[in-house]
RNA sequence: GCGCUUGUAGCUCAAUUGGAGAGAGCAUCUGACUACGGAUCAGAAGGUUGGGGGUUCGAGUCCCUCCAAGCGCGCCA
């Protein structure tokens, strides 16, 4: 049965662990808000195992006559030879202690193996001074165990929030015309950063914001009409080809912008709906000058003395805060400047009781960041209550060409044609497996006609071989013993510890994903762990003959652990796990 | 001009936030058990991480500097 060992592909990077701050916050300059540093763990989480050796080590260090540094790093080495947990404390700590690492770390090494902490069956030095733990198979047994008994709906689910209270605004295009493609991008992510910060602790709030007055709307209400009439398209107005379908949609004798508005809820609520993604609200800007808060919002800066008339406009004084300059928020015609309603609406949602805004964003608008950051503490708010997360665009490409996108110019790629080829998943995953920090590059050809090299078929695929093996056992009459009376020590093959290990890290990958805001590192799991279990399902039979009935046991136990990891990391992403393809 | 972001295999992208020999998928080539679904698995090949300098025991990651690309700098939204 054990065919042969693991190649190169499976000795993989491991994903560190320890507190951090988020990349945007990095990128921004500022603190890391409010993201707790510590005490991440839950009882009963494995991670409590590195509790247990970095105690181990700080103890170990203090015997030594070191000072502990405050964070006892502890990561997963990317080689296997280099065991099962590593920790660089003896090369963080001796020039501040005037040792030499390699020295220092052999003291660690011979006082750990003295007396050894839990599952650890080795301690070794390695390379400039890490001290390496290797490990005894039951620990990844003690994860399997963890997993099932915790299940689909305890595992991986680290408490971060605390219930804090997270409003979460994204793709808020302008109401005048379908969602391009490329804005299927921030709609997945939105939602997908929503699921993740739904699992780890906070009460979420999944927001569109509504363009839904000024001069856009007047021009395309204006474009609607003028298409019905049969009449040239007013000067910079719509002309793609949907202004003429909804034109002839579009009844006689009604206003053209009111109803060219519902018009384009609906289409957007539908399109994105098509991709899985739903908002709890859809926050009209108009809606705020009725309600007279975007006027309160004026009277209260004039009130502080945060805005002032000049040349003929009434200006917000941002400069004080960091912003490039002060900014116009009522122009010289009377008009409100963008900037003034977007206020008032982003002090709307801290009235609705949302501790936290979180405002996604494509990267070109990232100049407006300062200003609408800087207004904020116009109005008395703390800056680092709202967070920006802004992404690079999205680049399409068709016939090996890139594919403009332009409203006006009517040259789009809708997302509904998009999903309607490739269906939800396939739109999905693919937006989720990037990184928002790099310019994504589709090529709709390729997503098309190539579909089945999507690797959503390769993780879906993964959850039918699961499905199918319980439906096989089910078709042979085994069934599962309870998980206690199950040998989980019989799991020693490569293949399954390798499927145990990368589960072990899905608490991690969760945080990590949730703090950073960045989804795609679940989508980079769930297919990591699909790999896995494709080597598992190739090399390990679950049932057939030369298994043994107590083996069946324990791997049948395994399949439910990758079930139920599979499971979590899709339901983050959205994407579906049917059972059969 | 100033600012922000990006630059990793032929292509599309990862990389434990400073860790050990930079990894996947696609494409190319070569293989795979008479058993649970071959939409799978294994192997080969592919790299001066845009160039150069610096900090460090250690740099794709941090700093400086060049190069290239995208975006922003409005009484637009």
Redesign the pocket.
Same mark, same amino acid.
């Given at each position: 049965?054990e065919? !042969?060992?693991?190649?190169? &592909?499976?000795?993989?990077?491991?994903?560190?662990?320890?507190a951090?701050?988020?990349?945007r916050a990095?990128?921004?300059g500022q603190p890391p808000a409010r993201l707790p540093q510590a005490n991440l763990t839950s009882p009963g989480d494995p991670s409590v195992l590195r509790d247990d050796l970095a105690s181990a080590l700080r103890a170990t260090l203090g015997a030594a006559g070191v000072d502990a540094p405050d964070d006892v @790093?502890l990561?997963?080495?990317? !080689?296997r030879?280099?065991?099962d947990w590593?920790?660089?404390v003896a090369? =963080?700590t001796?020039?501040r202690a005037g040792r030499n690492?390699r020295e220092l770390g052999q003291q660690l090494v011979d006082l750990l193996s003295a007396d050894p902490p839990t599952h650890v069956t080795k301690v070794e030095l =390695?390379?400039?001074?890490?001290?390496?733990f290797h490990l005894a198979d039951d620990w990844l047994h003690a994860v399997l165990r963890e997993v099932v008994v915790d299940g689909v709906d305890g595992y991986a689910r680290p408490d971060l929030g605390h219930g804090r209270r997270v409003n979460v605004e994204f793709v808020s295009a302008?109401p005048t015309g379908p969602l391009h493609a490329g804005g299927g991008r921030w709609a997945v992510f939105g939602d997908a950063l929503g699921n993740l910060l739904e699992r780890t602790g906070h009460v979420v709030h999944r927001e569109y914001y509504l363009?839904d !007055?000024?001069?856009?709307?007047r021009l395309f209400g204006a474009s609607l009409a003028a298409a019905k009439a049969g009449e040239p398209t007013p000067e910079d107005g719509y002309r793609g080809g949907y202004i003429t379908d909804w034109s002839a949609e579009m009844p006689d004798g009604v206003d053209p912008a009111a109803w060219g508005y519902d018009r384009v809820k609906r289409d957007l609520r539908d399109s994105l709906g098509s991709i899985g993604v739903q908002f709890d609200t859809w926050f009209s800007?108009q809606s705020l000058v009725d309600s007279g808060a975007v006027e309160a919002t004026l009277a209260e800066l004039r009130a502080n003395d945060m805005a002032y008339d000049?040349?003929?406009?009434t200006w917000i004084r941002t400069e004080q805060f960091g912003d !490039?300059?002060d900014?116009?928020i009522?122009?010289?015609?009377g008009?409100? =400047?963008?900037?003034l309603p977007?206020l008032a609406y982003h002090r709307d949602k801290f009235g609705r009781g949302w501790e936290l805004l979180i405002d996604v964003w494509?990267?070109? @608008? %990232?100049?407006?960041v300062p200003?609408l950051k800087a207004a904020l503490r116009c109005i008395g708010h703390d800056p680092d209550e709202l967070e920006l997360v802004?992404g690079?665009?999205v680049?399409l490409?068709r016939d090996g060409k890139e594919v403009r996108l332009s409203k006006r110019a009517g040259t789009l790629v809708l997302l509904d044609d998009l999903v309607t080829q490739v269906g939800p998943d396939v739109a999905r995953l693919t937006f989720l497996?990037?990184?928002?920090?790099?310019?994504?590059?589709?090529?709709l050809d390729?997503i098309t006609s190539?579909?089945?090299?999507?690797?959503v078929?390769?993780v879906?695929?993964?959850n039918?071989?699961i %499905?199918?093996?319980a439906?096989?056992?089910t078709e042979q009459g085994v069934a599962r013993v309870p998980l206690d009376a199950a040998d989980l020590s019989l799991l020693v093959h490569e293949r399954e510890l390798e499927v145990l290990r990368i589960l072990e890290q899905l608490p991690?990958v969760v945080r990590?994903a949730a703090?950073?805001r960045?989804p @795609?590192?679940v989508a980079?799991w769930v &297919?990591?762990l =699909?790999?896995r279990?494709?080597?598992?399902? @190739?090399?390990?039979?679950?049932?057939?003959?030369?298994?043994a009935p107590e083996l069946?046991q324990a791997?049948l136990w395994l399949v439910e652990s990758a079930r139920i990891g599979l499971a979590i990391g899709l339901d983050l992403l959205g994407v579906s796990a049917?059972?059969?393809?």
């Open positions: 049965m065919r !042969r060992g693991l190649g190169p &592909r499976v000795r993989r990077r491991r994903l560190r662990h320890q951090v701050r988020t990349a990095r990128r921004q @790093h990561e997963r080495p990317a !080689r030879e280099h065991g590593s920790s660089n090369l =963080a001796a020039k690492p =390695a390379g400039p001074g890490f001290v390496n302008n363009n !007055r000024g001069n856009q709307m800007e000049a040349d003929g406009a !490039r300059k900014q116009v009522v122009r010289s015609d008009e409100y =400047a963008y900037l977007d494509g990267a070109d @608008h %990232h100049g407006y200003s802004l690079q665009l680049k490409i497996l990037q990184s928002l920090d790099t310019t994504q590059t589709v090529d390729a190539q579909s089945m090299d999507n690797p078929y390769y879906q695929y993964a039918a071989r %499905h199918s093996i439906k096989r056992a991690d990590l703090l950073e960045a @795609h590192k980079t &297919r990591e =699909a790999d279990f494709h080597g598992f399902y @190739h090399d390990c039979y679950v049932m057939g003959e030369g298994v069946t791997r049917p059972e059969t393809m």
